[in-house]
């Protein structure tokens, strides 16, 4: 295992820090702007706030040519996805991802447009776990990617929800340019993560995770999504 200077280790966690911080600012920025309105093409949206994300991020804005907007059906399609217009009653899933790859962090967020209650549920549910998976964490200091993936499940449960992916979290800057590798279950928040989430790894890093929490709602044909860093906010 490698040794590292304390001081590259705190530079580390203000880095991803730094990143958050600014995907919370953008998201801020979006929603005062009020850049998502139906009418709009998920191209267009996606303009408007690389161009947002320039002037948040200056210099250390990520790959602005890579989409990050998706709403309605969209949100469950795999892959790349055709551009469509927003709807008047829609779900549209922001992931800055892209514009945060300086960070090597993610942040998403999920917009409910018009006035439908069981999208703005659905957005609720989401918060709400994310809320109790950041309580456990901080609760017990030897949690495991099994346990933690185990207690989000529990509570999507007591919603009559069903989580919409297979992990509820991944590893993230754990050493400049590399990113969580799906071939190590001990890199992801899931049921096959035994370890420790509170640890050290190989490369001499602290290991810094992302919640990344996806609810599908397979009646109304659409997802939500909840991304942030879980162990430094």
Excluded: C
């Amino acid at each position: 295992m490698a040794t590292l200077d304390r001081m590259d280790i705190r530079l580390r966690s203000l880095h991803l820090l730094e990143g958050q911080r600014l995907g919370q600012r953008l998201f801020a920025h979006v929603i005062s702007s009020k850049a998502i309105a139906p009418g709009r093409s998920e191209g267009e949206v996606n303009n408007r706030i690389a161009v947002m994300a320039q002037e948040v991020f200056g210099a250390r804005a990520g790959l602005v040519e890579r989409r990050f907007v998706r709403s309605g059906p969209n949100t469950v399609v795999a892959g790349q996805w055709p551009d469509r217009v927003i709807g008047a009653q829609d779900v549209v899933v922001l992931d800055f991802e892209p514009l945060l790859a300086p960070y090597e962090t993610a942040f998403a967020r999920t917009v409910a447009v018009g006035d439908g209650l069981a999208r703005r549920q659905l957005i609720h549910d989401l918060a709400v776990m994310a809320t109790a998976a950041r309580e456990a964490f901080r609760t017990d200091t030897a949690i495991t990617g099994r346990a933690l993936h185990a207690e989000v499940q529990a509570v999507a449960a007591k919603s009559d929800r069903s989580l919409g992916a297979w992990h509820v979290g991944r590893l993230t800057g754990t050493a400049p340019a590399t990113h969580a590798d799906a071939t190590k279950p001990e890199a992801f928040i899931s049921p096959e993560n035994t370890r420790p989430l509170r640890r050290t790894l190989e490369e001499g890093w602290r290991a810094h995770w992302v919640l990344e929490i996806r609810l599908v709602d397979e009646y109304m044909g659409h997802a939500a999504v909840h991304t942030e860093l879980l162990d430094l906010v």
